[in-house]
């Protein structure tokens, strides 16, 4: 295969990393948007995702498309469930607090899937079946063409529910100002209950079109929630559009430099983007140190 060649099938797959990447990164910002803080248990809606769909589909023998909605509609409820045991009970609690009780759930989360799958690795058979397409020497395979049709109607969809719906626009107002949401009438906690569970079912999804590609653990989580937050950070805390665009950026330069340098530095490219993002330009690419949100 020649430089180019190589060159491209690098591109197609950090396409599709840097797509996941993006959807942890809108989760991130969508609870980011509503509450000022920074969900670390996003990860962990990730790995249940693609657990779950596993468990449905390869031991209950569900059809794919079933075990796609009942996972997603599983962890949906999961997030929307923690944000009721523990973030709802609160009274006026600071960001640090609910940061630290994110990073309780993550934990709670990671051993509630260790218990239950083991610490074993599991796969997913791709969505479709049908060989990859040549391009310039490159090949696309069917589930990278999956998983960017899905993205692309996640964004879609979000685009809609914030800006033609009650809930989304209600959702948009809590993250402009809560005091002014709360004023005119907006439940500002159960738009907090929203954003934790659009969240979740984000996330479920991005884990679950992930997994026939990386595979899927407990363990898994973790690096994908950095690597998500790296995402979000670079993008611009709270702008959708930035996060999807530094989703690829990343998801493009690992990729590259896994393929040229080494695979062994891979894990450390997100953590690298994200400390220069932090020490060049802290707002992001399409953030502002005002902290702007909901930017298109």
């Known amino acids: 295969m020649s430089i180019s060649s190589q060159l491209l099938q690098y591109i197609f797959t950090g396409i599709a990393i840097g797509s996941i990447y993006g959807m942890v990164a809108l989760g991130f910002n969508i609870i980011y948007n509503a ?10 809606f990730v790995m ?14 569900l059809p794919m498309v079933l075990g796609f909605f009942i996972s997603v509609g599983i962890v949906t409820l999961i997030g929307a469930g923690f944000e009721r045991g523990a973030i709802h009970p609160l009274k006026n609690p600071s ?16 051993g509630g899937a260790m218990f239950i799958w083991g610490k074993q690795t599991y796969s997913l058979p791709p969505f479709s079946s049908g ?12 589930q990278t063409l999956w998983i960017l049709g899905i993205m692309v109607a996640v ?11 009650i809930i989304g626009k209600a959702m948009k107002a809590c993250a402009v100002n809560k005091t002014a949401a709360a004023l005119v009438g ?38 994908l929630a ?63 140190l005002e902290g702007k949100k909901f930017k298109k």
């Open 226 to 288: 950095i690597k998500g937050f790296a995402a979000a950070v670079l993008g611009g805390l709270g702008s959708n559009i930035g996060a999807v665009i530094a989703g690829f950026i990343i998801g493009l330069i690992e990729s590259v430099s896994a393929g040229f340098i080494s695979s062994g530095y891979k894990d450390a490219i997100a953590l690298l983007v994200l400390l220069l993002v932090l020490f060049l330009k802290p707002s992001g690419i399409m953030g502002s």
């Open 186 to 223: 907006i439940n500002v906690k159960l738009m907090v209950l929203f954003s934790f569970a659009l969240s979740a079912a984000i996330g479920a999804v991005a884990g679950i079109i992930i997994t026939p590609v990386a595979l899927m653990d407990y363990d898994r989580g973790t690096m």
């Open 48 to 61: 249940l995702g693609g657990m779950i769909m596993i468990s449905l589909t390869n031991v209950l023998k």
């Open 95 to 110: 960001v640090l607090t609910l940061i630290i009780i994110t990073i309780a759930g993550s934990i709670l989360f990671k």
């Open 155 to 165: 964004m879609a969809a979000l685009v809609f529910f914030f800006n033609f719906t």
């Open 35 to 44: 509450t000022g803080i920074i969900n670390l248990a996003q990860g962990e």
């Open 131 to 142: 060989s990859s397409v040549r391009i310039m020497g490159a090949y696309l395979s069917p």
